[in-house]
T-cell receptor, first 108, second 115 residues
Framework: SQQGEEDPQALSIQEGENATMNCSYK?????LQWYRQNSGRGLVHLIL?????REKHSGRLRVTLDTSKKSSSLLITASRAADTASYFC????????FGTGTSLTVIP | EADIYQTPRYLVIGTGKKITLECSQT?????MYWYQQDPGMELHLIHY???????EKGDLSSESTVSRIRTEHFPLTLESARPSHTSQYLC??????????????FGPGTRLTVL
């Protein structure tokens, strides 16, 4: 990938458990965003964290950013079957790059 | 729900045909993008535009072309479709000048199959 690598590539959990996805990037950024993609659809913006922020919350989502390690994590708490989707990180700096994505399956 | 539309949603076409994938947005966004995405794979930027009469090539080499005659419209054309063009094509837009965040809004995609 040009910029972002996500880990794990695929994750399968039971409903009610927490899901954590990680994103690493290579160059300096202005901000980092997380997107969600349901199968066969376009991406939907979930949350943005600026380069001077360390943590951000939105509902059941918690995002952390460590610019010294060039990494971010997305935590989805109390997962639901409807959270089943692919999740992508995207970085904005000189260019806009998407990561490789994590496929999350939440089993009812 | 984003106000960005793509047509057709699905297209099956024979080799050698000329096709145009349509993308329109009603949000007044200046920046628009086309991505190519194979199933379960990452997105690859193939074209983008900063505004009317601006078109730029992305990171992935593509035989397609784009035009931006109107702010709201950013069609992508393949002059001669080949089986290697089979993929999902995603259009997106962002309010690039109005903010520094470049948050993108995506259309539903066009799934293209070239036989």
């Amino acid at each position: 990938s040009q910029q972002g690598e996500e880990d794990p590539q695929a994750l399968s959990i039971q409903e009610g458990e927490n899901a954590t996805m990680n994103c690493s990037y290579k160059t300096s950024i202005n901000n980092l965003q997380w997107y969600r993609q349901n199968s066969g659809r376009g991406l939907v913006h979930l949350i943005l964290i600026r380069s001077n922020e360390r943590e951000k919350h939105s509902g059941r989502l918690r995002v952390t950013l460590d610019t010294s390690k060039k990494s971010s994590s997305l935590l989805i708490t109390a997962s639901r079957a409807a959270d089943t989707a692919s999740y992508f990180c995207a970085t904005t700096g000189n260019q806009f790059y998407f990561g490789t994505g994590t496929s999350l399956t939440v089993i009812p | 729900e984003a106000d960005i539309y793509q047509t057709p949603r699905y297209l099956v076409i024979g080799t050698g045909k000329k096709i145009t994938l349509e993308c329109s947005q009603t949000m007044g966004h200046d920046k628009m993008y086309w991505y190519q995405q194979d199933p379960g794979m990452e997105l690859h930027l193939i074209h983008y535009s900063y505004g009317v009469n601006s078109t730029e090539k992305g990171d992935l080499s593509s035989e397609s072309t784009v035009s931006r005659i109107r702010t709201e419209h950013f069609p992508l054309t393949l002059e001669s479709a080949r089986p290697s063009h089979t993929s999902q094509y995603l259009c997106a837009s962002s309010d690039w000048r109005g903010q520094a965040t470049d948050t993108q809004y995506f259309g539903p995609g066009t799934r293209l199959t070239v036989l």
